[in-house]
Structures are given as C-alpha cells and as structure tokens.
C-alpha cells in the first residue's frame, strides 16, 4: 500500500461522547457492515459512497449489484455489476484472478490510483449460489479467492466495504471475519448474531437505523449513523 493514499471517512457519532467517529479506509483496508435488513445499512454504504466522491482525490470504484437495487443511480459514473451472475463472472473471474489481483490488471484501471469496491450482499450471493449446488461453497478456490482480495488487495491498494444481511457461520467464516479488523453491526435478530460480527452482544437491542455498534481494534463501541 502506497503511503501518502488516504480513504478518510465518518462513521458517525460516538454515543457517549458525540464525537465524529472516524476511518481511514486505505488503513483498516476493509470494512464490513452485517445486521438484519431495513436496519440501515444501504443507507451507511450510500452515504459512504457520497463522502468518497467528495474527496479531492477520489480512489476509483467499483460497485457491485447482485440484486439491482441499489446502485443504478451511480451507472453514469462508475462502474456498477449488476446481476447475479454478472456479479459472479466478475467477482470470480476477473476481479478475484490470482494473477489480475496481484498484477492489478483491472479493466478499468492501468494506473497505480487506489480501488474501492463496494459490494451489496456479496455474502448472500454466495449464499443462493451455494443453495442450488451443494459443490459451489465447497470449492476452496473459490472461496480462497474472496479470502485473497480481502487480505491481499489493500498491500496492492484495492480496499473493500461488504454489507451483508447473512451473519450464517457458513458464510461470515472465521477466515473472512478474520478479514475484517473494523466492522459495524447493524440491529440484529437474534444475540449470536450479534456475537458473530462484533465478538459480543448487543446489537440485537439496537433501535435499527440510526444506532449501530462499531467494532475496530477488538472493541466496541454504540455510535449514531448519520
């Protein structure tokens, strides 16, 4: 990772001391944000996706729409994947390529310019793939391949935001959370999922939407998202 590339952004506010709570993507290289549906996670990656295009030197991105719900409105901009098995295509072929990853041969950029890729539900895609054939999960380069974007991609300067509704160990491994050093978990339904994303209870007794519970360094603490 270069070391003049910075990716600030705001969170929101701590709960105890209404402080802006603040990241620096292109440090913690990958975040994830898990929690039941309607409970405030498109709204989190919009308004992510806002404050990255408002940066004096803005990383290019790459946004990802399985279910064709979310990022229609960014096609005159960015590059957007819609479709599950456009999003697949992509996801497992050229974009997570042992040799394109590591070369960072994107179609899309031919310059040293950081990457972030913004992906809606890429766990449950995972998850519906693995539904219809008990042999797509299964398939360890595959999944090694998600692991080795995650884990090698900031060294090449590609950082990642996951949202996912899917807190399944099957899905939210110990591998791929391991990935993952700052997270935001959302309301959740039920305790263990709660203790899956953040190592501990809590978030099942969020409001929904406009409380969440940062996990960064192994601690956790309530903000309020904007």
Known sequence: MAADISIPLILG???ASDELVK??????????????????????????IRQIETLTTPPKLILFDPKRCEFGRYKERYRVIEGLED??????????DREIVCK?????????????????????????????????????????AIIKILTLGPEYDIFTIISTQTADKDILTKEILESFKTRIAFRTINGQDSRRIIKKSGAENL??????IL????????????
Do not use: W
């Open 13 to 15: 506010t701590d709960s």
């Open 23 to 48: 990241i620096d993507l292109a440090r913690t290289g990958n975040l994830l944000l898990a929690g039941a549906t309607k409970q405030g996670k498109s709204h989190c990656i919009h308004n992510l």
């Open 87 to 96: 999003a697949k295509d992509v996801l497992f072929g050229e974009l997570f």
């Open 104 to 144: 960072r041969a994107l179609s899309i950029c031919t310059d040293r310019s950081p990457i972030v890729i913004v992906i809606d539900e890429l766990l449950d895609l995972i998850f519906m793939h693995k539904s219809r054939s008990k042999q797509y999960f299964s398939d360890r380069l595959r999944y090694e």
């Open 207 to 212: 409001l929904g939407r406009v409380e969440a």
């Open 215 to 226: 996990y960064q360094e192994g601690k956790c603490r309530k903000i309020q998202c904007p």
